[in-house]
């Protein structure tokens, strides 16, 4: 595969560069010296239509090796709640917590949790206290971290604002494990890392043996430009249909907007104003589609280090509002 930095050089000569216009030369040109001011990025991988235009890792462990894609991992769990509901694991996104996954609900559970649908979950309008931010570490020290969820103070009616939080992304992923009668572990297993080719290896899960569901998993860079993918192309990926393709449409329909980033918030998913699709991890992990424009991307970055929206996560964006977006206007 011919690099970034090889490509530069031979279409800025004049020379022939195949499958690939020299009319990229510039944008690719513009992006490399933004690239260079970044010493938070791993890596970054840009295909546009079937060419992977951009493929480099100037730091970190490579594109071959597993890193960490912190919350990313919400995304995952959002597109594993669309095949449960496929394959009437699960009735349908709006079926209430306690009918689809009554054995996880404890009876303490605050008031309000049996209007909780699985909707309410995958958007994060639980009406649940956070777990994330300052209240994780109290979280994960827990005996029971989705009780634990479960049992917050209701701080807004379910359906309503969003409420950025891991544990409620979690008990989204204890509900599909017992509905499905499988782990999460084996569901991202099956149901994405065999279709499209990639290995899931097992990461956190709580005392109760769930797989943390929002957080921790772990998959190459290369399988995280393969999800883009899929998000771009409607959820067929090789030739076949991996995700219906009216949960990927649903899924990239705001129904609530971040407090953080102003980006809308679907089903798992972030959307930004100019269309592109997001996952997006701590540190700066994210996974991004624009269908539109024919474009999937990848960008790992060092998972101990903070990425703020009004800082390198801003950062980020500017890059595929800015070089990344230009790539596919030429």
Not at 183 to 208: I, K, M, T, Y
Not at 230 to 240: K, V
Not at 241 to 263: K, T
Request: proline letters at 7%.
């Amino acid at each position: 595969m011919l690099t970034r930095r090889a490509f530069i050089q031979l279409a800025l000569a004049g020379l022939a560069v195949p499958f690939v216009p020299s009319a990229l030369a510039q944008p690719i040109a513009t992006l490399d010296r933004a690239l260079a001011a970044l010493d938070q990025l791993n890596s970054i991988q840009v295909q546009l239509g079937d060419e992977v235009i951009v493929a480099e890792a100037p730091r970190g462990p490579g594109l071959e090796r597993l890193a960490n894609i912190k919350s990313c991992s919400k995304s995952v769990v959002a597109l594993l709640l669309g095949t449960c509901i496929a394959r009437g694991e699960i009735p349908s996104v709006t079926s209430r917590l306690v009918e689809v996954s009554p054995s996880i609900v404890p009876p303490e559970a605050t008031e309000g949790v049996d209007e909780v649908t699985m909707e309410d979950l995958v958007t994060l309008q639980a009406g649940l206290e956070s777990t994330s931010g300052e209240r994780y570490g109290a979280w994960v020290a827990s005996p029971n971290w989705v009780a634990d969820a479960l049992t917050r103070p209701m701080v807004a009616d379910p359906g309503g604002r969003m409420i950025y939080s891991t544990g409620t992304t979690h008990v989204l992923g204890a509900a599909l494990a017992e509905a499905s009668g499988q782990s999460l572990l084996r569901l991202a297993r099956q149901r994405l890392g065999e279709p499209l080719g990639f290995e899931v290896p097992p990461w956190v899960r709580d005392p109760q043996g769930y797989y943390l569901g929002g957080n921790e998993m772990a998959l190459t860079p290369r399988a995280m430009l393969s999800l883009a993918l899929l998000m771009r192309d409607a959820g067929r990926f090789a030739g076949q249909q991996v995700i219906p393709a009216d949960w990927i449409r649903a899924s990239i329909v705001p129904r609530g907007r971040s407090p953080y980033s102003g980006m809308g918030y679907g089903y798992g998913w972030f959307i930004s104003d100019s269309g592109f699709v997001l996952a997006r991890g701590y540190g700066g992990q994210i996974i991004a589609a624009h269908s539109e424009l024919d474009l999937a991307v990848a960008i790992t970055s060092d998972p101990n280090r903070p990425a703020r929206s009004e800082g390198y996560f801003g950062d980020l964006m500017g890059l595929l509002e800015g070089p990344i977006r230009q790539l596919a206007n030429q």
